[in-house]
């Protein structure tokens, strides 16, 4: 059975890191492109990062360029999001999502599996 389970949210300071995990089960994070979205309260659910599929190409938005980081370890089955100088507008409830293919940018139709989010709250 195909599975996505976020951990790894809680409550962080501003300037503060935390590590998000996905792990998956039921197929290869490896041969698929992988992403992380996030949705605030009464806003729009937002692309963050991704990564391609096979290859270790990755993308973010302008918002975290430069302070998150997507990872995967196949071994593990499992995708990271390291986030850093984390601010109060990263608050939101983080998801992890599996593409439909060995790529998926950042478009929300492109993903078939959505783990059931983990919120993070940046907060002093």
């Known amino acids: 059975q195909l599975q996505l389970v976020e951990s790894g949210g809680g409550l962080v300071q501003p300037g503060g890191s935390r590590r998000l995990s996905c792990a998956a089960s039921?197929?290869?994070?490896?041969?698929?492109?992988m992403a992380w979205f996030r949705q605030a309260p009464g806003k729009e659910r937002e692309g963050v990062s991704y990564?391609?599929?096979?290859?270790?190409?990755?993308n973010y938005a302008d918002s975290v360029k430069g302070r998150f980081t997507i990872s995967r370890d196949n071994a593990k089955n499992t995708v990271y999001l390291q986030m850093d100088s984390l601010k109060p507008e990263d608050t939101a409830v983080y998801y992890c999502?599996?593409?439909?293919?060995?790529?998926?940018?950042?478009?929300?139709?492109?993903?078939?599996?959505w783990g059931q989010g983990t919120q993070v709250t940046v907060s002093s």
């Open positions: 990564i391609l599929g096979s290859v270790d190409v990755t």
């Open positions: 999502a599996k593409g439909k293919t060995n790529w998926g940018f950042l478009l929300p139709q492109n993903y078939d599996y």
């Open positions: 039921g197929f290869p994070v490896g041969e698929y492109g």
